[in-house]
């Protein structure tokens, strides 16, 4: 089974409004961190925020918050006042305990449309 | 210089040559990785090292070679590559601690393509 997963290989937003891009996971360890990055057309993978499995409180890191839901396995990222910078490809990410492997979605394109 | 440092950026090889990926981490971190990225799939982990010991080979083939020979430079030694090697290599580094500082830190990655 995949281990993350994202069902939107491409996203639309206007200008200022706000986004949600989705990510499932699956794991049985019980902890876990959740990693979302954003990735340009440069290459570069950037990192944008982190959940923790045992943070109590939704991630928030300027324009990007988490949306997390423990129970349904998701850690949804809201963008909100989208900027044409943030057209880019994200990338939803797991990392179990402290293990080396970093599992990663398929990615979902985000275009913003003026 | 910071970060992480991929060289070349783009390199373009025939099937018979021998080439080398080369990654410079000025972080100060102790594990460095290699990830495969190819279109329409999830990132590949193909290699780790913790403090130059090499912890992960996910399943590569022998025709990709790291060399890890401290903890701030890693190698990706490319000979007798396929066509569908073609692919952008992204190499990263991170602490190897748990939580938010246990994150990756990329480089802008190579962009290799084989004829």
């Known amino acids: 089974a995949q281990k993350i997963t994202q069902t939107q290989p491409g996203m639309f937003v206007q200008e200022k409004e706000a986004v949600t891009l989705d990510c499932t996971y699956d794991t049985s360890d019980p902890s876990y961190g959740l990693f979302w990055y954003k990735q340009p057309s440069s290459g570069e993978m950037i990192f944008l925020i982190y959940q923790g499995s045992y943070d109590q409180q939704n991630a928030t890191e300027g324009r990007y918050s988490l949306n997390f839901q423990k129970a349904r396995k998701s850690a949804n990222l809201v963008i909100s006042a989208s900027q044409l910078g943030d057209s880019a490809m994200y990338f939803c990410?797991?990392?179990?305990?402290?293990?080396?492997?970093?599992?990663f979605g398929t990615g979902t394109s985000l275009t913003v449309i003026p | 210089e910071t970060g992480v440092t991929q060289t070349p950026r783009h390199l373009v090889m025939g099937m018979t040559n021998k080439k080398s990926l080369k990654c410079e981490q000025h972080l100060g971190h102790n594990a460095m990785y290699w990830y495969k990225q190819s279109a329409k799939k999830p990132l590949e982990l193909m290699f780790v090292y913790n403090f130059k010991e090499q912890t992960e080979n996910n399943s590569v083939p022998s025709r990709f070679s790291p060399e890890c020979p401290n903890s701030s430079h890693l190698f990706l030694h490319l000979h007798t590559l396929q066509p569908e090697d073609s692919a952008l290599y992204l190499c990263a580094s991170s602490q190897q601690t748990g939580g938010k500082a246990g994150e990756l830190f990329f480089g802008e990655g190579s962009r290799l393509t084989v004829l």
């Open positions: 990410a797991m990392r179990e305990g402290l293990s080396n492997q970093f599992y």
